[in-house]
């Protein structure tokens, strides 16, 4: 079975930093923020092994770029893969309440 690489790109990464920032600061729940932080950087590991199983995003321009989601609690995470160089770029992590198509 191919091992792909993962590539968390700094948009994605600063939505887990501003994710984090909001759920401990904020909402005074420090440890929240790092289990749900932790159980996310898991689940975008595993994208190492068979990254097409999530579903592709049905809304252009996004299908026809290849993009995929799944979620994780209540947190979308948006990636795409190369199957050129076996890589998963991590472009986005999302809070699903948000108006997706406005933040990618």
């Known amino acids: 079975m191919r091992q792909y690489a993962i590539i968390i790109t700094p948009a994605a990464e600063n939505d ?3 994710a984090f920032s909001y759920i401990a600061t904020e909402l005074l729940e420090p440890q929240t923020a790092v289990n749900l ?3 996310i950087e898991q689940e975008i590991l595993k994208l190492c092994t068979m990254p097409n199983r999530h579903a592709p995003y049905k809304k252009e321009p ?6 995929r989601f799944f979620p994780v609690g209540n947190f979308l995470i948006f990636y795409i893969t190369r199957k050129s160089d076996c890589t998963v770029h991590v472009l986005r992590v999302m809070y699903g309440g948000r108006n997706v198509e406005k933040q990618l």
């Open 37 to 39: 932080c932790d159980r």
């Open 16 to 18: 887990l930093q501003q």
């Open 62 to 67: 996004w299908f026809s770029r290849g993009v």
